[in-house]
């Protein structure tokens, strides 16, 4: 009998282009994947908080606790909805 491989969900933060184009996702530059863990998740809040200090991601102010609940309760790609110049993937590990 063969034993069935565990498959693992991953998200990664990517900046892009306003309308998300797969071209403008660089998995080089991007290349921080974040487990599908609370601590993880808090993680990848903070990197989508420092991107939006940082000025290279921008939500809307009435959408901030949206993507917040989204990454740390939710489905964290729901949250790409209120990103603008950013989304986030999820990645299946095997």
């Known amino acids: ?3 069935k491989k565990a498959t693992k969900k991953v ?13 403008s996702m660089n998995i080089f530059y991007n290349n921080e994947v974040f487990k599908d ?13 420092a ?3 940082a000025g290279r991601l921008q939500i809307e102010q009435a959408n901030v606790q949206k993507a917040q609940e989204a990454v740390l309760n939710g489905d964290p790609c729901e949250a790409s909805q209120y990103l603008r110049y950013g989304k986030i993937d999820a990645l299946i590990c095997h």
Do not use: H, I, P, Q
């Open 1 to 3: 009998m063969v034993a």
């Open 11 to 23: 998200y990664v933060f990517f900046n892009c282009d306003e309308e998300k184009s797969r071209a």
């Open 37 to 49: 863990t609370k601590v993880s998740r808090k993680s990848l809040w903070e990197k989508v908080l």
């Open 51 to 53: 991107e939006m200090e």
